[in-house]
């Protein structure tokens, strides 16, 4: 079976959303983001998929939703985690992007977790990263990102592996 990551940011409250949109602005994050996910299958909710312009450009976009005959342009629709598992489990990495719910989901059987942490506090944050068993991860790998005027906040880039 494939790897299946996750990649997430939140703030000090483990938030990761307001009203459907990032509460911040961290282009470190987003090129980040970007990056690890480029030429993957990226999975997420229709939320998720409803938030950007369009289907994420230079990656397959699997979107999980109840409703099977939900129609998206640029994206697969699938309704369940073990459909997704199926059509896409043989792919070398499936990367879950969001959101909560879909996090809920894939979590029990995720194996490696990309945390953006930011320092801050974000007011209106109605969208949460759900609590999950931390005793299972183990740390791998922890960067301080660059403060800047384009980056303002105190943020770091932990990996975690499933021990």
Do not use: H
């Given at each position: 079976m494939s790897q299946i990551s996750m990649i997430w940011a939140m703030d000090t409250n483990r938030g990761?959303?307001?009203?459907?949109?990032?509460?911040?602005r961290l282009p470190a994050d987003m090129a980040f983001f970007k990056s690890y996910t480029t030429g993957k299958t990226v999975v997420m909710g229709r939320k998720t998929f409803?938030?950007?312009?369009?289907?994420?450009?230079?990656?397959?976009?699997?979107?999980?939703?109840?409703n099977a005959d939900l129609a998206l342009e640029g994206a697969e629709?699938?309704?369940s985690?073990?459909?997704?598992?199926?059509?896409?489990?043989?792919?070398?990495?499936?990367?879950?992007?969001g959101g909560a719910e879909i996090y809920n989901l894939f979590m029990p059987i995720a194996n490696k977790l990309f945390?953006?942490?930011?320092?801050?506090s974000f007011a209106?944050?109605?969208?949460?990263?759900?609590?999950?068993?931390?005793?299972?991860?183990?740390?791998?790998?922890s960067k301080l990102g660059e403060q800047n005027e384009k980056n303002p906040y105190v943020y770091r880039f932990l990996t975690y592996e499933r021990s």
């Open positions: 990761i959303g307001i009203q459907n949109r990032i509460p911040w409803e938030s950007f312009p369009k289907a994420l450009p230079n990656r397959r976009n699997v979107v999980l939703s109840r629709v699938v309704t985690v073990e459909e997704v598992l199926e059509r896409y489990g043989s792919e070398e990495e499936l990367v879950v992007i945390v953006t942490e930011i320092d801050e209106g944050t109605d969208a949460f990263m759900p609590a999950y068993d931390e005793s299972q991860w183990v740390l791998t790998d």
